[in-house]
């Protein structure tokens, strides 16, 4: 009798060992399957926030395309627009007027040429601070309004036979022997108001 319930308590130990047994394959065998399956919805969210972050990141990041302009383009465009005027100037003995050729850029030869019979040393004394250039393109007029600082007002209507010749005579040959400019009348003003001349044309 004894001898039974001894090998009903191995069969019980026995049991007993195997469930747990099975217990822990299955413990094993569920970790493995949740390994196996896909991302939880939370998961796949932080994923989908790290790659939108990696978007941003990489397209603030894209470098504008830089277009150089070729410099052999550039010289050869500066030096298609030079073009080269005649303009007039008193010579040393102040009896008439001598050429002499002036380069500058097209949309700014006028006021070259003026600029350069200006700055003759012969009206050093008249005080001259600048000038303005108005063009009657359709009556072919150029007014050239001179202005002179407040000490020297009224030497523009006293002027030497020389500085006349210079300036007046210098001027209104200049503009008007230049074809593509079309002017044909030269007045001078200063302020706004004629300025006398006798001048013999």
Same mark, same amino acid.
């Not at 004894?2 to 822990?24: D, F, K, P, R, T």
């Not at 299955?26 to 932080?46: H, K, L, M, Y």
């Given at each position: 009798?004894?001898? @039974?319930?001894?090998?009903?308590?191995?069969?019980?130990?026995?049991?007993?060992?195997? +469930?747990?047994?099975?217990?822990?394959?299955?413990?094993?065998?569920?970790?493995?399957?949740?390994?196996? *399956?896909?991302?939880? @919805?939370?998961?796949?969210?932080?994923?989908? *926030?790290?790659? $939108?972050?990696?978007?941003?990141?990489?397209?603030?990041?894209?470098? *504008?395309?830089?277009?150089?302009?070729?410099?052999?383009?550039?010289?050869?465009?500066?030096?298609?627009?030079?073009?080269?005027?005649?303009?007039?100037?008193?010579?040393?003995?102040? !009896?008439? %007027?001598?050429?002499?050729?002036?380069? =500058?850029?097209?949309?700014?030869?006028?006021?070259?040429?003026?600029?350069?019979?200006?700055?003759?040393?012969?009206?050093?004394?008249? =005080?001259?601070?600048?000038?303005?250039?108005?063009?009657? !393109?359709?009556? +072919?007029?150029?007014?050239?309004? %001179? $202005?002179?600082? +407040?000490?020297?007002?009224?030497?523009? *209507?006293?002027?030497?036979?020389?500085?006349?010749? +210079?300036?007046?005579?210098?001027? $209104? $040959?200049?503009?008007?022997?230049?074809?593509?400019?079309? @002017?044909?009348?030269?007045?001078?003003?200063?302020? =706004?108001?004629?300025?006398? @001349?006798?001048?013999?044309?």
């Amino acid at each position: 009798m004894n001898h @039974i319930y001894q090998q009903l308590g191995y069969l019980v130990a026995g049991l007993i060992l195997l +469930g747990a047994s099975s217990c822990s394959s299955s413990d094993a065998a569920n970790s493995a399957e949740n390994q196996g *399956q896909p991302p939880t @919805i939370a998961s796949q969210f932080v994923n989908l *926030q790290q790659t $939108r972050h990696q978007i941003e990141t990489a397209s603030s990041q894209v470098v *504008q395309p830089f277009n150089p302009v070729p410099a052999v383009l550039a010289s050869s465009a500066a030096s298609d627009s030079a073009v080269t005027v005649t303009v007039y100037k008193v010579d040393n003995n102040c !009896r008439s %007027l001598h050429p002499e050729a002036v380069t =500058g850029p097209d949309n700014q030869l006028m006021s070259s040429a003026v600029n350069e019979v200006l700055k003759q040393q012969v009206f050093s004394s008249l =005080g001259l601070v600048g000038y303005r250039l108005r063009i009657d !393109r359709r009556l +072919g007029i150029a007014t050239v309004d %001179l $202005r002179t600082s +407040g000490n020297y007002r009224q030497k523009l *209507q006293n002027l030497s036979s020389c500085q006349m010749l +210079g300036l007046f005579g210098g001027l $209104r $040959r200049t503009l008007t022997s230049y074809a593509p400019w079309k @002017i044909k009348t030269v007045r001078f003003t200063e302020l =706004g108001e004629d300025i006398l @001349i006798t001048l013999r044309e």
